[in-house]
């Protein structure tokens, strides 16, 4: 059974190009987050958030608490956008996490 | 910028052999998290400690796993009897009060 669900799991864009990928969770949450993995592995936190919208940069993750969904789009996308980017579900400090979807943006 | 570090960054053990994994988060965060990736799969989250005891741990952090916070600056996880199937990739997080958490570079495990 999967608590968190994304959309899509590949997705392969043209320099320039807005993306948006898509989770859906079915647990209730205190936040949701979205992370970036780099192809070395590492993880960074891009955004926490419990409600409405938030914007870093050419980044911008949505929620929706009603419909338990979120976005993460990104704009004028570019090479070193390509990465895996996962949604993880906060309930509390225990954390659901998507598979991932494997961004790859090229020039 | 602070950042979270993980020793080591690479370890290679024999099943049945204990491995401690360490982490020194970032010094004024006060939530501390592990999470493992198997290869090839998504993150699972392991275990939260906060204000000096677990506050949350998944089904995966049986009584193999402890973690401990032994000197207010290292938080380690431990693993007492290692499997095969514990080969993974070990990260650490710690976040303060109300932000994001802040992920450690990782430990990559190999149990033989």
């Known amino acids: ?107 | 910028e602070p950042e979270v570090t993980q020793t080591p960054s690479h370890q290679v053990t024999q099943m049945g052999q204990e491995v401690i994994l360490r982490c020194v988060p970032i010094s004024n965060h006060l939530y501390f998290y592990w999470y493992r990736q198997i290869l090839g799969q998504k993150v699972e989250f392991l275990v939260s400690f906060y204000n000096n005891e677990i506050s949350e741990k998944s089904e995966i952090f049986d009584d193999q796993f402890s973690v401990e916070r032994p000197d207010g600056s290292n938080f380690t996880l431990k693993i007492r009897s290692t499997k095969l199937e514990d080969s993974a990739m070990y990260f650490c997080a710690s976040k303060p009060e109300q932000e994001t958490q802040y992920f450690g570079p990782g430990t990559r495990l190999l149990v033989l």
């Not at chain 1, 059974?1 to 997705?11: A, C, D, G, H, I």
């Not at chain 1, 970036?36 to 958030?49: A, D, E, K």
């Open chain 1, 1 to 107: 059974k999967n608590e968190v669900e994304q959309s899509p799991q590949n997705l392969t864009a043209q320099e320039g190009e807005f993306i948006t990928i898509n989770c859906s969770y079915s647990v209730g949450i205190s936040a949701l987050h979205w992370l970036q993995q780099h192809p070395g592995g590492g993880i960074v936190s891009l955004f926490m958030l419990s409600s409405g919208k938030k914007k870093h940069g050419r980044l911008i993750a949505t929620i929706n608490i009603q419909e338990k969904h979120s976005s993460l789009h990104i704009t004028a996308s570019h090479p070193r956008d390509s990465a895996v980017y996962i949604c993880a579900a906060g309930r509390g400090n225990q954390f659901y996490f998507g598979t991932g979807t494997s961004l790859t943006v090229i020039p």
